[in-house]
């Protein structure tokens, strides 16, 4: 599939040096012209948050975590366990222990300094094409395509893309690839600040568009019907169990996930395995058990639905697990499933 002409770079880059969103992490087009660079840890550390998850989510995420360690030396050196409890509430956990590997990896590898170059970038644990581009772009000018489901959206309504994005990703990436300035790094956060507030999901700005003139989309009239949807399969449903334990004191009792594999590392209460049919009810000790109800809760590639039971026992022949008072479960390193599993149980 051929794409007609590239974007206009310099309309592009007028209009960012006008309406450039002020971010934490982000260094403004009037400081960078006089040479001001943004620093690639923090660059770093917030394309990895906003992977899966919104600029508004973030930023509080971000700026604790920048309070607590300001530089990748003060990353690495922090226990696994603290990270991924500061993270707990942003999902997808793995981006969390591939964060702290990476930083261990900058530290012991490079120095403490990140490669500059996206190829370079890709060396590093977690370290995709996608963020490996955003940081080479945006700390280092490097004229790289930065191509994100923002982008995907602009440029499918751009040239009007006749088939789903997943379809055309390399045209265009060519086609944006052609676009880049030597300004690549507020080209790059240009074209998210247009997909993020001008030519959003379900809105189109047009008459406020820096590109508008040459947009396809826009000539036929309805842009928001790009870009075209795939055929959608149909979400799996898994079932199962969590059984919350508390001990006379009222504390819970609490265990850690398998390393590998989904939400790993992170904290749960007990549970039975996840199956397409409800397996039966095993209790893990014995105990007046009451049903509290049922969670559902969304992930990416299956929907679960978990019954939540829970009980007061007496705290022996427990194993591989800890107790946690009920004013510390804040401080635990629970993912939003279980969070919502203590609050069905009237623990919330």
């Known amino acids: 599939m051929h794409l007609p002409a590239p974007i206009d770079a310099p309309a592009v880059l007028a209009w960012y040096d006008r309406h450039a969103r002020d971010l934490p992490w ?19 550390l917030s394309e990895v948050m906003l992977q899966q998850t919104t600029v508004a989510a973030v930023k509080n995420y971000f700026l604790r975590f920048t309070s607590l360690w300001p530089d990748v030396f003060d990353l690495a050196a922090a226990p696994l366990d603290s990270v991924l409890k500061e993270w707990a509430g942003l999902g997808y956990y793995a981006r969390a222990r591939n964060l702290h590997a990476c930083a261990q990896a900058v ?9 500059q ?17 955003a940081i080479a772009a945006i700390c280092f000018d490097e004229r790289v395509a930065v191509l994100d489901g923002n982008l995907d959206r602009v440029l499918a309504r751009y040239y009007a893309l006749p088939v789903p994005v997943r379809e055309a990703k390399e045209e265009l990436r060519a086609a944006l690839q052609a676009s880049v300035p030597s300004r690549a790094g507020d080209f790059a956060q240009a074209m998210m600040d247009l997909g993020a507030t001008i030519c959003a999901p379900r809105m189109a700005a047009c008459m406020l568009c820096p590109i508008q003139p040459g947009c396809l989309a826009t000539k036929e009239g309805d842009p928001t019907r790009y870009p075209l949807k795939p055929a959608k399969a149909e979400r799996p449903v898994r079932k199962g169990h969590a059984y919350v334990m508390l001990d006379a004191d009222g504390d819970v009792y609490l265990q850690s996930r398998p390393e590998k594999g989904l939400l790993g590392g992170m904290s749960e209460v007990p549970g039975s395995d996840w199956a397409s049919v409800l397996p039966d009810v095993a209790y893990p000790t014995e105990a007046d058990w009451r049903h509290r109800g049922q969670v559902v809760h969304v992930f990416t590639h299956f929907r679960l639905e978990l019954e939540v039971w829970s009980a007061t026992v007496i705290p022996d022949g427990l194993d591989g697990g800890w107790w946690a008072e009920r004013r510390a479960l804040k401080g635990e390193a629970l993912p939003t499933l279980f969070r919502k599993v203590l609050a069905e149980a009237g623990l919330d």
């Open 26 to 44: 982000r260094v403004a087009p009037a400081d960078r012209a006089r040479g001001i660079r943004p620093d690639p840890y923090r660059v770093w």
């Open 107 to 115: 530290v012991r590898e490079h120095g403490g300094v990140f490669p």
């Open 117 to 133: 170059t996206s190829a370079g970038l890709q060396t590093l644990p977690g370290v995709g094409a996608y963020t490996s581009a």
